[in-house]
């Protein structure tokens, strides 16, 4: 990233680190990393399709040193094997921010949400 975001993980180090509360905000689902970079998009939790129309899900942060979220609903089929485009979703930081994307990762895994744009 440069000198800049460098000398930020030095100063800042702990902000850069995954905390005990960011696993267990997203529970069962958490897959990410004991560290990150400045700038880095790292996924952080996975929700598999559960529902016929769903969609495979992922969280994303990326942290400097506020973290920011981005919901990637991925390209599936639904229940009568039609291709589903996903679509990509970015918030602004902050708990409630990750609370949201959380909730709209479930819809989307449970088939209650997705993209009409096709």
């Not at 975001?5 to 180090?13: M, R, S």
Request: proline share 4%.
């Amino acid at each position: 990233m440069g000198k800049a975001a460098d000398a930020f993980e030095e100063l800042f180090p702990s902000m850069f680190k995954t905390r005990p509360e960011d696993v267990e905000l997203f529970g069962d689902a958490y897959c990410g990393k004991p560290e990150q970079k400045y700038g880095e998009w790292v996924t952080v939790a996975r929700y598999p399709k559960s529902e016929g129309d769903g969609l495979d899900a992922e969280i994303d942060e990326c942290r400097m040193p506020a973290q920011f979220y981005r919901v990637r609903v991925l390209d599936g089929t639904n229940s009568i094997g039609e291709l589903k485009t996903g679509f990509t979703l970015g918030t602004g930081s902050g708990r409630e921010m990750a609370k949201l994307v959380i909730e709209i990762a479930k819809a989307a895994s449970q088939g209650m949400l997705g993209n009409h744009d096709e």
